[in-house]
């Protein structure tokens, strides 16, 4: 009779290399089927469609390039997302407009793209992408897409303009003295912000994008000559491990980024004031932006740090000193005051001076609880008014 033979189980290491190995294939394989862009313009259109569906919101206007022989074109872009006073003004009227069959360059059509970027489009921000997955990423976040009959890349314009949130004095920082300006949802109006408070060129702001299916952009903010290299490289390398379909909101990113994300005491810091933020950046720390969200994280953070208030920055060093130890006495009495509280009228009432004892015995008079669930419900009706 033949012996089984028994498999010896894969090791930690051999499952990961595993696991890379296929990730690779499969990530080989999606780019050997993944559709490009030809010369022939209907052809692009129908792939463009394709890949993002029909949704009503995705505009194609098609029109024709006044040249010696018209040339047909296309512009794409998401209703909604893109400012349509910029396509309308700035891309469609100087390509429908200009002279072309005056124009020398305009005789010969090879690299048309390019020279309509040098010579027609009066626009501040454009570029020519050939990747179809980064041309419909653009789309999608806003941009417009030109393609032209005869090419096979398209000219991206920058014509972001949806309607967002002004800058506001944030809620949940109020501050008595000090600036009444928080962040918003747009990263760009963010970044802006920290640059007008930092006018150093050895600022920094290095973009990427996280998240498969949201491709949400992300920013962080340094001094270069202040932070310590270590530091940013570390922050990047982590950013780029994250693996999510979608970042919502910043919190996402805290979970993933942090050394001990269930540990009680967080190592990043969570504020939607811009001045905080620039505080931490001119200390050598890293600030993270992300699209979306007025939170912004800062990082790291030392269990001290947490005390730090906004409006410390504008005091005198004494007073800034007192209300520091004042907040970190504050929170040891409510983290030990209802413990001491429950030991001396339950366990050690003699410690407890004659009058003050009658006072509590009366006040508790009536009360079907016990002392502790008395406590813990108090707390609980707390917490319960904070979240309402």
Same mark, same amino acid.
């Given at each position: 009779?033949?012996?089984?033979?028994?498999?010896? #189980?894969?090791?930690?290491? /051999?499952?990961?290399?595993?696991?890379?190995?296929? &990730?690779?294939?499969?990530? /080989?394989?999606?780019?050997?089927?993944? #559709?490009?862009?030809?010369?022939?313009?209907?052809?692009?259109?129908?792939?463009?469609?394709?890949?993002?569906?029909?949704?009503?919101?995705?505009?194609?206007?098609?029109?024709?390039?006044?040249?010696?022989? #018209?040339?047909?074109?296309?512009?794409?872009?998401?209703?909604?997302?893109?400012?349509?006073?910029?396509?309308?003004?700035?891309?469609? &009227?100087?390509?429908?407009?200009?002279?072309?069959?005056?124009?020398?360059?305009?005789?010969?059509?090879?690299?048309?793209?390019?020279?309509?970027?040098?010579?027609? @489009?009066?626009?501040?921000?454009?570029?020519?992408?050939?990747?179809?997955? &980064?041309?419909?990423?653009?789309?999608?976040?806003?941009?417009?897409?030109?393609?032209? =009959?005869?090419?096979?890349?398209?000219?991206?314009?920058?014509?972001?303009?949806?309607?967002?949130?002004?800058?506001?004095?944030?809620?949940?920082?109020?501050?008595?003295?000090?600036?009444? !300006?928080?962040?918003?949802?747009?990263?760009?109006?963010?970044?802006?912000?920290?640059?007008?408070?930092?006018?150093?060129?050895?600022?920094? !702001?290095?973009?990427?994008?996280?998240?498969?299916?949201? &491709?949400?952009?992300?920013?962080?903010?340094?001094?270069?000559?202040?932070?310590?290299?270590?530091?940013?490289?570390? !922050?990047?390398?982590?950013?780029?491990?994250?693996?999510?379909?979608?970042?919502?909101?910043?919190?996402?990113?805290?979970?993933?980024?942090?050394?001990?994300?269930?540990?009680?005491?967080?190592?990043?810091?969570?504020? /939607?004031?811009?001045?905080?933020?620039?505080?931490?950046?001119?200390?050598?720390? !890293?600030? %993270?932006?992300?699209?979306?969200?007025?939170?912004?994280?800062? $990082?790291?953070?030392?269990?001290?740090?947490?005390?730090?208030? $906004? /409006?410390?920055?504008?005091?005198?060093?004494?007073?800034?000193?007192?209300?520091?130890?004042?907040?970190?006495?504050?929170?040891?009495?409510?983290?030990?005051?209802?413990?001491?509280?429950?030991? @001396? $009228?339950?366990?050690?009432?003699?410690?407890?001076?004659?009058?003050?004892?009658?006072?509590?015995?009366?006040?508790?008079?009536?009360? #079907?609880?016990?002392?502790? @669930?008395?406590?813990?419900?108090?707390?609980? $009706? %707390?917490?319960?008014?904070? =979240?309402?």
């Amino acid at each position: 009779m033949k012996k089984k033979s028994f498999r010896r #189980p894969r090791s930690v290491g /051999e499952f990961r290399k595993d696991k890379e190995s296929k &990730q690779a294939a499969d990530k /080989e394989g999606q780019q050997k089927e993944r #559709p490009v862009l030809t010369r022939d313009l209907a052809a692009n259109i129908a792939t463009i469609k394709a890949r993002i569906g029909s949704s009503d919101d995705v505009v194609f206007r098609e029109f024709v390039l006044p040249l010696s022989e #018209p040339l047909r074109a296309i512009i794409v872009f998401v209703d909604g997302l893109s400012s349509r006073d910029t396509i309308n003004d700035y891309i469609l &009227q100087s390509l429908t407009t200009f002279d072309g069959e005056a124009a020398d360059w305009a005789q010969d059509r090879r690299n048309l793209a390019q020279k309509l970027m040098d010579h027609v @489009l009066n626009i501040n921000e454009v570029m020519l992408q050939t990747d179809l997955e &980064q041309i419909i990423t653009a789309i999608l976040s806003g941009e417009t897409a030109l393609l032209l =009959e005869g090419e096979d890349g398209a000219l991206i314009c920058n014509t972001r303009g949806w309607e967002h949130r002004g800058i506001e004095e944030p809620e949940s920082e109020v501050a008595v003295r000090g600036p009444r !300006v928080g962040f918003n949802e747009l990263l760009r109006s963010n970044t802006a912000q920290v640059r007008r408070w930092i006018r150093d060129p050895d600022l920094r !702001v290095k973009s990427m994008k996280i998240g498969v299916r949201s &491709q949400t952009d992300i920013a962080l903010v340094y001094l270069e000559s202040v932070a310590n290299p270590e530091l940013v490289k570390e !922050v990047v390398q982590r950013l780029a491990r994250i693996d999510l379909d979608g970042v919502i909101e910043s919190a996402y990113l805290q979970e993933y980024i942090e050394d001990r994300p269930y540990s009680l005491f967080p190592t990043i810091q969570t504020t /939607e004031r811009v001045d905080r933020v620039v505080g931490a950046v001119l200390e050598g720390k !890293v600030g %993270i932006l992300v699209d979306n969200t007025p939170f912004a994280l800062i $990082a790291p953070v030392t269990f001290w740090e947490l005390y730090y208030a $906004a /409006e410390d920055y504008y005091h005198r060093w004494p007073l800034t000193i007192l209300i520091r130890m004042i907040r970190l006495i504050s929170f040891f009495f409510s983290l030990y005051l209802p413990a001491i509280f429950i030991a @001396l $009228a339950v366990h050690n009432p003699e410690l407890i001076p004659f009058i003050l004892t009658i006072k509590v015995a009366g006040t508790r008079e009536g009360t #079907p609880f016990p002392v502790v @669930l008395e406590t813990l419900f108090m707390e609980i $009706a %707390i917490e319960i008014l904070r =979240e309402a």
